[in-house]
């Protein structure tokens, strides 16, 4: 019994000095790859089209454009990413009424801090004519390549005046929408 014993004691000690050498622990560590930072952005989207009101007719133009003026936003990979400007251009019976080229700033005030620092002007979709109130667009500000979003319902008044709120319906399906958002990819 002491002969295993002994041997066992060798062989542990010949085991913690071969541990010791100086062996070069570089080659043997494991290292995270370095990751390329990657600036991202979304596809330039446009899209008109026109809708009837009573006697009236109405044509949307949308205009979504990555922009290298806004502050990027980094993601948890540390992947950046540009943010957008969207213009929406409106005309009634031929005459233009509205022109504005919206950011993340125009939210700015009705989302919180930290998701705006991390989030940027993600889509558009005109959703419907009210008639007497003007035409309702839905924005939205969203993470980057997620389902993370701020939705916002913005109505525009035949005089070009504009109000938004935030849209608490969440599940919204509107049939007679077009939506421009992320869909096509990075």
Not at 113 to 138: H, T, V, W
Request: hydrophobic letters at 35%; one cysteine or more.
């Amino acid at each position: 019994m002491n002969k295993q014993i002994s041997l066992f004691l060798l062989l542990f000690a010949l085991a913690i000095l071969s541990s010791c050498g100086s062996k070069d622990t570089k080659k043997d560590a494991w290292v995270m790859p370095e990751h390329e930072v990657v600036t991202r952005q979304m596809p330039e989207l446009s899209l008109t089209d026109s809708i009837t009101v009573g006697t009236r007719q109405y044509t949307y133009s949308i205009l979504r454009t990555p922009s290298d003026s806004l502050q990027k936003v980094r993601d948890d990979m540390g992947d950046l990413y540009l943010d957008n400007t969207i213009r929406l251009t409106l005309h009634r019976n031929g005459t233009q009424y509205f022109d504005k080229t919206f950011t993340k700033e125009t939210f700015s005030h009705s989302i919180d801090e930290e998701f705006y620092a991390n989030a940027i002007l993600d889509g558009i979709r005109f959703l419907r004519a009210e008639p007497g109130q003007g035409l309702i667009f839905s924005f939205a500000v969203s993470y980057p390549d997620s389902d993370m979003s701020v939705p916002f319902l913005m109505t525009i008044a035949d005089s070009g005046s504009f109000t938004f709120v935030k849209d608490e319906n969440l599940d919204r399906e509107e049939a007679d929408s077009v939506f421009l958002d992320n869909s096509d990819g990075v």
